[in-house]
């Protein structure tokens, strides 16, 4: 560091203080000049001690023997050498003395922002054109809005050159006339970093025929914002900040309305193998084709969807493709044999269920409720365990002699629309052998019966004028207004009512209801 020889004065107290260059201070924060503190702040007090400069207490901790001389104190404390300030809780004093500096006249509060100017050019000839023209006379002119977009040649050298744009050598391109004096005119060559396309794409995605505006606002409006934005945690210093600005700045151009692009954000870890990102020279490499001729696609995708969430960094094992034939594959082998085994069993009306139909009619409701939520909460790992849940039950139940044409039909037709989005081919050919003309990916998500599909059932008792009338299966979580509704359609307890209202309904869910007439 160098002292100036200058001084600068302290606004509350009148004190002089050294002004002193120093290395440590970034020139691009704030204005590039700092007071220090070298009581509370290691590198003001590792300066102040190399340079001599005074360093004076101005927080006191509330256990003195949390203080050295040997170092700067950090933490928590009261204000001491403050003057009228003294004995304000440092966390409180922030507030109090940059009021006290506004009411004074003498500063104000401010945020700053840690953030740089970007520099869009590049010499490169994949990227947006950046619309401006260089006259001799005029100087730089903007390209009308009517000329707009100012399309790229197509008959380029594209490859770099390691100086010049490679646009400066198409001739015909980049000679045009001023559009202000309609003299001899040249393009910028430069082109648009192609983070200026990946900060708005997401606006003209929803709109992508439109060939008088980048985006028709009311069309973008209808759509955005994204419901759902997935990207590596690689983007969130740059490209997330770039779309959340440029979204803003449409916003404030009356083009949108939604403040933020992307409301939710999933950030999927990596898949690395030996701690670390595949690649193929180092030689840590599951090759898809080997996975996919020994075991298809669908196999690959289970396995990886089985491994974990969808955030966490998942560790290829060493045996490498072959981990696949540990559950995924035999598990699809095992899925095609439910389906083809009961393939022929029609449907024939509602047959009566047996307790053991009725058994796994419930699993199937309840799969395909919770299946939906761990599908809303990107939990496929846990959907696929659901869906093995699932196929064991239907096995067990064809083992215990069931065999209702109804139930099994239900059963796989769910399975297999519940399964389709993960392993996408071999649900669409078990579909088609099942007799479907159309895609199975096309197909309604299937609905759940919220009965059906509640975890447990009671047994509601229904008394008419204290006397037991009726029993119902009833799901434990069932509401009171549900309890009269089931209850006033019992024929029981209708022949016992004969048309009357009941003078008095006691409700206790979920077990007993008594009417009273
Ligand atoms: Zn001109």
Redesign the pocket.
Known sequence: GMFLGRYAVNPVNGEKIPIWAADYVMIDYGTGAIMAVPAHDHRDFEFARQYDIEIRTVIEPLDPAAASPDEPYIGPGVMVNSGAFDGTPVDVAVGVVTEWLEAQGLGRAAKNFRIRDWLISRQRYWGTPIPI?F?????E?PVPEEDLPVVLPDDVDFRPTGEDSPLASATEWVNVA??????A?RRETDTMDTFVDSSWYFNRYVDPHNEKLPFDPEVADAWMPADQYTGGIEHAVLHLIYARFFQKVLVDLGMASAPEPFPNLLNQGTITMGGKRMSKSRGNLVDPSEAFERYGADSLRLYMLFSGPPEQDFDWPDEGVRSIGRVAYPWLQRVWRLCEDNRDVVSVGNLNQSPLDEALTRQVHRTIRVVSEDFERFSFNTAIARLHELVNHAYRYRAAGGGHPGVMRELIEALLKLLAPMAPHITEELWHRRGHQDSIHTQKWPVFDPDLASLEQVTMVVQVNGKVRDKLEVPAGITEEEMKVRALSSDKVSAQLQGREPRKVIVKPPKLISLVV
Do not use: I, L, T
Request: hydrophobic share 30%.
């Open positions: 023209v006259c001799e006379r005029c100087g002119v001023c559009p202000k004096c309609a003299g005119a």
